[in-house]
């Protein structure tokens, strides 16, 4: 019998025993921050809470935030709260500002990070038979590890292959008979576009499923990788300061992530108050680890843009959902004063049936932020005449309008000249000096 890594007895928990669990996790983790971390009994004391004041989940809207500041100001190991001879990894988030976040990990945190990978192949229908290629970034990015560990506990067989070198991507997806791919969303849609372009027919490849996440997707993107690679394309989500890929992860529903809340309990807040939203209103999402012990964070602001649904779900979980993330507070573009998230913007062009390469050019002329949408033609529409170019422009002006509520101006690039991501794409040039 395949073992599918399936744990209906915390995946379908009834919320009563879940919400015992989390809260007995929440006092112990409390008390550990308090005993371990001076950062944190400062900032408690500073609050005026006592560990033995956290009696439940109800309790933690009471606790402070932490911010990615804290972690940077704390640089490298400041928040961590074991001794080194506990640590068995370190990993970092890249910093574009400042310095990086760095990350560590006991050998129980490394436990808890691959079975959240694990769960999410299994829900996505991966079995100790199949064959899981990895190409996300191996490195201090916890994208390969993160599935590498992941596969190995569910007990399928990794093939290590990390990012780069396309086109041998696409060698060994053939020949090593590779049934679930794990890379970005936007490297998934490079393999498949350089599958075409090698004239290997993907109807004829093992793949069945890909485990897509690091970066904000739209289902226009979904499609657009099912219908290239003929697969099913799931999504999983993650960050470094919690664990890596495997916090959420979308089963067959594909209807929102189930969140390993027994590991990491989230809420969703107002940014700007703090105030806690309640179930289907989008916020920031927030993430308290409940069953870590190297980097216990309480109340970590993510900056992700994300609504939660506690609803039971038709695949018969009953942890909770948190919507496809938007995308970042620090993506989101002020243009004009509208919020813009690169996320809608690839749901008009793929709704149009382009492919999703794109990229948005800011500016200010004359104190008026301008936006520039470039995106790719397909080959058929190379061959149109400059008229029929201007047409598809204008129309999709058009739209973008009805969508984002400014105007912006198109311009259809030749195919292929906008370049392409191994890993998390790079889809805002902001030329505005702000
Ligand atoms: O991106 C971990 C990861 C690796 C997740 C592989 C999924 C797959 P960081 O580099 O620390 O960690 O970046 C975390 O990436 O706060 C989100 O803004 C974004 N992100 C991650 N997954 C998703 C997703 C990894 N599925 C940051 N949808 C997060 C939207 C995502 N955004």
């Known amino acids: 019998?395949?073992?599918?890594?399936?744990?209906?007895?915390?995946?379908?928990?009834?919320?009563?025993?879940?919400?015992?669990?989390?809260?007995?996790?929440?006092?112990?983790?409390?008390?550990?921050?308090?005993?371990?971390?001076?950062?944190?009994?400062?900032?408690?004391?500073?609050?005026?809470?006592?560990?033995?004041?956290?009696?439940?989940?109800?309790?933690?809207?009471?606790?402070?935030?932490?911010?990615?500041?804290?972690?940077?100001?704390?640089?490298?190991?400041?928040?961590?709260?074991?001794?080194?001879?506990?640590?068995?990894?370190?990993?970092?988030?890249?910093?574009?500002?400042?310095?990086?976040?760095?990350?560590?990990?006991?050998?129980?945190?490394?436990?808890?990070?691959?079975?959240?990978?694990?769960?999410?192949?299994?829900?996505?229908?991966?079995?100790?038979?199949?064959?899981?290629?990895?190409?996300?970034?191996?490195?201090?990015?916890?994208?390969?590890?993160?599935?590498?560990?992941?596969?190995?506990?569910?007990?399928?067989?990794?093939?290590?292959?990390s990012s780069g070198n396309t086109q041998r991507q696409v060698q060994i997806l053939k020949d090593f008979g590779s049934n679930f791919l794990c890379c970005t969303p936007s490297y998934a849609a490079y393999i498949g576009e350089t599958c075409r372009d090698m004239?290997?027919?993907?109807?004829?490849?093992?793949?069945?499923?890909?485990?897509?996440?690091?970066?904000?997707?739209?289902?226009?993107?979904?499609?657009?990788?099912?219908?290239?690679?003929?697969?099913?394309?799931?999504?999983?989500?993650?960050?470094?300061?919690?664990?890596?890929?495997?916090?959420?992860?979308?089963?067959?529903?594909?209807?929102?992530?189930?969140?390993?809340?027994?590991?990491?309990?989230?809420?969703?807040?107002?940014?700007?108050?703090?105030?806690?939203?309640?179930?289907?209103?989008?916020?920031?999402?927030?993430?308290?680890?409940?069953?870590?012990?190297?980097?216990p964070l309480i109340r970590y602001r993510t900056r992700d843009i994300c609504a939660l649904n506690h609803e039971k779900c038709a695949c018969g979980r009953t942890l909770v959902r948190m919507a496809k993330p938007h995308g970042r507070t620090d993506d989101m573009l002020v243009i004009r004063g509208v919020n813009v998230f690169p996320s809608q913007i690839e749901f008009v062009l793929t709704n149009m049936g382009l492919e999703p390469n794109y990229v948005l050019v800011v500016d200010r002329v004359h104190n008026l932020d301008t936006l520039e949408v470039k995106v790719e033609m397909t080959p058929e529409m190379f061959s149109d005449s400059v008229k029929n170019i201007e047409n598809i422009e204008r129309h999709m002006a058009a739209k973008l309008h009805t969508v984002l509520n400014i105007s912006a101006k198109v311009t259809l690039v030749e195919p292929k000249s906008i370049a392409r991501s191994e890993g998390k794409a790079q889809r805002i040039i902001d030329n505005r000096k702000i």
């Not at 990070?113 to 990015?141: E, I, K, N, P, Q």
């Not at 690091?214 to 499609?223: F, I, L, P, V």
């Not at 700007?272 to 920031?284: C, H, I, K, Q, S």
Request: net charge negative.
């Open 1 to 161: 019998m395949e073992n599918h890594y399936f744990q209906p007895e915390v995946e379908c928990a009834d919320r009563e025993s879940l919400r015992e669990l989390q809260s007995q996790r929440l006092r112990e983790m409390i008390k550990r921050c308090y005993e371990k971390v001076p950062f944190y009994r400062k900032k408690l004391d500073e609050a005026g809470i006592k560990p033995e004041d956290i009696k439940s989940v109800d309790d933690i809207k009471r606790l402070p935030f932490t911010t990615k500041t804290d972690l940077r100001d704390n640089y490298p190991y400041g928040l961590f709260a074991v001794p080194r001879e506990e640590l068995i990894r370190i990993h970092a988030s890249s910093g574009t500002t400042g310095n990086p976040t760095v990350v560590g990990y006991t050998r129980h945190d490394i436990d808890v990070w691959a079975d959240g990978a694990a769960r999410a192949l299994a829900a996505a229908g991966c079995t100790t038979s199949d064959f899981v290629h990895v190409s996300y970034g191996y490195g201090l990015f916890t994208g390969g590890l993160g599935l590498h560990y992941g596969a190995e506990k569910l007990g399928a067989a990794v093939i290590p292959v």
């Open 199 to 295: 004239g290997i027919d993907t109807k004829e490849i093992a793949l069945r499923g890909g485990i897509f996440g690091a970066e904000a997707w739209s289902e226009g993107m979904r499609e657009n990788i099912e219908k290239l690679l003929n697969i099913n394309a799931y999504d999983i989500y993650g960050l470094s300061e919690i664990a890596g890929p495997g916090v959420s992860y979308e089963c067959p529903e594909k209807n929102g992530l189930h969140v390993c809340e027994d590991y990491f309990y989230p809420e969703i807040i107002n940014p700007e108050t703090g105030e806690v939203l309640p179930d289907g209103e989008y916020g920031e999402l927030v993430f308290t680890c409940i069953g870590k012990e190297a980097l």
